[in-house]
């Protein structure tokens, strides 16, 4: 009885480390979290305003400021930076808790993806890139073959796998159907180096941020910014700690500085919304913004589709270009709305991807409704909160389930020495419970294609928890090797004799 328990726990904490596994593994799955909830189409009535009017930039100041200070301390997040601009100039900016400067930079995450489509489309403006041509054209050593076209990365329809790193990019599934993938945009990131001759930074200085004065941006572990860095949190069992985490770079990380670790201020990021307000002024032609609108990869939803960095959603009629962003210590909101000459980005120094962002992601829904002349809803993360409270409680069951056995190894010891049953079957049972059961969670990080490496940095916490319960199980195999070895040796020693290893 007593070891048929001992199996029971030692399965049950696999099953438990499994579960809050597979969990965090359908949260990542989301390509950079949620859309701006407030953009759904289907709002109730009380979210509407009653007239559709601009309000003034005090009146927007105010409101903002009021709805900022109720709320920010609700979100739980360490440090916020909002803008509102125009094609005028800036409407709003503010920071929060330890974002004390909007010169302070933060990784944009997904943001970066636009910028890469602003590259793209002002070689094809300089005939340098076709859209329609093949993408193994410009960088053949990839293996694409002639199916996948530049336009299919710009509008994530190439097939790529969302985990795919640029030196394992797989197979291609379902081209021309949207399929969200960091590796689209690094790719496009090869292509500008390739055609060029300039690494994607220069080129991206040189046409993009240097003349939009951005002076604040650069590209994440690849250069020295000017201005300070807000320090990015990564979550640890529901409670933010600046950990001093950096991206990996090369072909071997999970997204590059094309698909997600540009660093901006908020008030480089006003800039650069208000080049789109004003038609890619020095920076593009008005048609190459017009087309972002105009030509997009449906995903699916009649109201939503994708192109050169951005998703196209209708709100009531009215086309809004919108991405999130969120990398393993930051995350993002930007929005432009062309028919109102509006555009609002949201910055913070922290990511929370079991949470989903809840705190951050009700904060920016809030400030695009105010911009928007919307009733905005009050922040609750309540959820995130209740979240993190079960799954710190999954944690300890699974430790103190797989820890368990090493305080009972002297009872297995004697067990194993009275046991009537064959000694394969205890073997069996060992390599199950230490090695097999170990095997199977370890495996289950790649059960979505994510790599391990790239689950730590993302779930640092239950990396952490997971690693100590497979250092545990195996540990305790180990030791159980060891002591049945000891006693078989005596055996052999007491009788003379081997003994068969099945009797």
Known sequence: MAKRLRFGL???????????????????????????????????????PTVHVTMSDDHLSAALDDYLDRNFS???VPGLAVA???????????????VTDSSQ????????????????????????????????LYVPEYGLGDAVTVRDLLDQTSGLGYFSPLDDL?????????????????????????????????????????????NDSSIDGVEQGRASEAPGHRSWFGVYVADGFRHGTGDGAWGGPASGY?????????SYLRMYLNGGRDVLERGDIDQTVRDCALL????????????????????????PGQVENYAAQMVVVPGRDLGIVVLTDCDDEIGDNEGFGQLADGVYSIAMGYEPQDVDAGGSLGTHAMLNLAYLVAVVAAAAPLALLRRWKAKWLRSSRPRLVLWLCVAFEHALLPLLIWCSSG????RWHDFCDFYPEQGLVMTLVLGLLVAEGAAKVALALWDLRGRRKGDGSEEPAGS
Not at 84 to 98: E, N, P, W
Not at 262 to 270: C, F, G, Y
Request: contains cysteine; hydrophobic residues 45%.
């Open 105 to 136: 930079t933060f990784v944009i995450g997904s943001l970066s993806k636009s910028f890469t489509g602003v590259c793209i489309m002002q070689l094809a403006e300089r005939g340098l890139v076709r859209l329609d041509a093949p993408v193994s």
């Open 170 to 214: 797989g197979t291609q599934e379902g081209v021309g159907t949207f399929s969200y993938a960091n590796v689209n945009y690094d790719l496009l990131g090869r292509i500008v180096e390739r055609v060029t001759g300039q690494s994607y930074a220069d080129y991206l200085h040189e046409n993009v941020l240097d003349r939009l004065q951005m």
């Open 262 to 270: 540009i660093r901006s201020s908020v008030n480089d990021m006003a």
């Open 84 to 98: 509102v601009v125009s094609s005028k100039g800036v409407r709003y900016v503010a920071t929060y808790g330890d």
């Open 10 to 48: 030692a399965l049950f904490c696999g099953v438990v480390v499994l579960l809050f596994l597979l969990v965090a593994c359908a949260r990542v799955a989301m390509p950079d979290g949620a859309f701006v909830s407030a953009l759904e189409a289907d709002r109730d009535g009380s979210d509407q």
């Open 74 to 76: 609700a979100s739980r």
């Open 300 to 323: 699916g939803d009649p109201d939503s589709a994708y192109a050169m960095g951005w998703f196209v959603c209708d709100d009531d009629g009215e086309p809004v270009m919108v991405h």
């Open 447 to 450: 059960q979505m294609g994510m």
